[in-house]
């Protein structure tokens, strides 16, 4: 009888019935935040528009290639949600500092006043909700790192007996000083 394989020991050990929990709880969550988003009278990813250029005050530029990325959009669906937020009054465009061809995106008062609306209900959410995606993603964490623990230290004591110090085992591929 054939051995079993690696990704079939690893299959094994899946635990799909939490998976399933994470990603419905992720989900509960976006699909409340998107009802608030529509409610508010913008689409979901205008908010998370909002959200990114509000959130990348003091940390980075928000130009259209780094909101492109936070949203992981292509460049040209980017603008075209920029636009339709232009066209609203809730951005502003504007030149860039020293590089005159970037286009840096600023929040105007209206879209300012539906990201605070838009973020005190996902935090009010954070607080109900939270908790349950915590738990959730601590069973999937717990169950990994208590994996990596025990082989871990399996490996230790399978290297190592009583009295006899440990030698280090070179990993296939390790580049050392003598290669």
Same mark, same amino acid.
């Given at each position: @009888?054939?051995?079993?394989?690696?990704?079939?020991?690893?299959?094994?050990?899946?635990?799909?019935? !939490?998976?399933?929990?994470?990603?419905?709880?992720?989900?509960?969550?976006?699909?409340?935040?998107?009802?608030?988003?529509?409610?508010?009278?913008?689409?979901?990813?205008?908010? #998370?528009?909002?959200?990114?250029?509000?959130? @990348? &005050?003091?940390?980075? +530029?928000?130009?259209?290639?780094?909101?492109?990325? =936070?949203? #992981?959009?292509?460049?040209?669906?980017?603008?075209?949600?920029?636009?339709?937020?232009?066209?609203?009054?809730?951005?502003?465009?504007? +030149?860039?500092?020293?590089?005159?061809? #970037?286009?840096?995106?600023?929040?105007? +008062?209206?879209?300012?006043?539906?990201?605070?609306?838009?973020?005190?209900?996902?935090?009010?959410?954070? #607080?109900?909700?939270? +908790?349950?995606?915590?738990? !959730?993603?601590?069973?999937?964490?717990?169950?990994?790192?208590?994996?990596?623990?025990?082989?871990?230290?399996?490996?230790?004591?399978?290297?190592?007996?009583?009295? &006899? =110090?440990?030698?280090?085992?070179?990993?296939?591929?390790?580049?050392?000083?003598? &290669?």
């Amino acid at each position: @009888m054939a051995r079993p394989s690696r990704n079939d020991r690893i299959a094994r050990k899946i635990d799909y019935s !939490t998976l399933a929990d994470l990603r419905y709880h992720l989900r509960r969550f976006l699909r409340v935040r998107e009802d608030a988003a529509r409610a508010s009278g913008i689409e979901p990813q205008q908010y #998370q528009l909002l959200l990114q250029i509000k959130g @990348m &005050q003091g940390q980075e +530029p928000p130009t259209i290639g780094a909101l492109a990325e =936070r949203l #992981q959009l292509r460049h040209h669906s980017a603008v075209e949600l920029i636009d339709r937020l232009v066209d609203r009054g809730m951005l502003a465009r504007r +030149p860039g500092g020293r590089d005159r061809r #970037q286009v840096l995106v600023e929040l105007r +008062p209206a879209g300012q006043a539906i990201l605070r609306r838009l973020a005190l209900h996902s935090l009010r959410e954070i #607080q109900t909700e939270g +908790p349950a995606l915590v738990a !959730t993603l601590a069973r999937l964490i717990g169950k990994k790192a208590a994996g990596r623990r025990a082989a871990s230290k399996r490996a230790a004591t399978s290297r190592t007996t009583a009295g &006899q =110090r440990s030698i280090p085992v070179r990993r296939h591929g390790a580049r050392g000083a003598d &290669q």
